[in-house]
């Protein structure tokens, strides 16, 4: 159970803040000057993640970030803190389920994924061209 818990604050924090996915710029000023010598770990963090799973990733990113977009419209609606933390704890059970199910990923692959793109810029380009190419596939069957 706490290991369900822990993925899911890792997840909501991640989907909460994925903007270094969005801008490769801001995945490279996240910490260049904490960890300047990086580039033989980079390499071997991009060949450890096949491109199975970045598509993978990149399915249930698009979920996520659609379950991110719709509590963060309801949260900057709410002023009542506990009504808040209850929509926060709602969004992440949603994420975490939506990752779930997606096929080819399971949670922890999921963070992995997203922790390692955040200090590997080849794989967040990786991730970035999956997630363009899926988009389109994705648009029709989120618009129900």
Same mark, same amino acid.
């Given at each position: 159970?706490?290991?369900?818990?822990?993925?899911? @604050?890792?997840?909501? &924090? &991640?989907?909460?803040?994925?903007?270094?996915?969005?801008?490769?710029?801001? &995945?490279?000023?996240?910490?260049?000057?904490? %960890?300047?010598?990086?580039?033989?770990?980079?390499? $071997?963090?991009?060949?450890? =993640?096949?491109? %199975? $799973?970045?598509?993978?990733?990149? =399915? @249930? #990113?698009?979920?996520?970030? $659609?379950?991110r977009?719709?509590? &963060?419209?309801?949260l900057?609606?709410?002023?009542?803190?506990?009504?808040?933390?209850?929509?926060?704890?709602?969004?992440?059970?949603?994420?975490?389920?939506?990752?779930?199910?997606?096929?080819?990923?399971? =949670?922890?692959? #999921?963070?992995?994924?997203?922790t390692?793109?955040?200090?590997?810029?080849?794989?967040?380009?990786?991730?970035?061209? $999956?997630?363009?190419?899926?988009?389109?596939?994705?648009?029709?069957?989120?618009?129900?």
């Open positions: 159970m706490t290991t369900r818990y822990i993925a899911a @604050a890792l997840l909501t &924090a &991640a989907a909460f803040g994925l903007v270094p996915l969005s801008t490769p710029a801001s &995945a490279q000023q996240a910490a260049p000057e904490t %960890q300047p010598i990086q580039a033989q770990p980079e390499s $071997k963090g991009e060949a450890a =993640v096949s491109d %199975q $799973k970045i598509e993978a990733f990149a =399915v @249930a #990113y698009l979920q996520v970030d $659609k379950i977009q719709e509590y &963060a419209a309801k900057q609606a709410t002023q009542d803190a506990g009504a808040k933390q209850q929509l926060q704890t709602e969004g992440s059970k949603q994420m975490v389920q939506a990752v779930e199910g997606s096929p080819g990923i399971s =949670v922890e692959e #999921y963070n992995s994924i997203l390692a793109a955040q200090n590997d810029p080849a794989l967040v380009k990786r991730v970035q061209e $999956k997630l363009q190419e899926s988009a389109p596939t994705q648009q029709p069957a989120t618009q129900q």
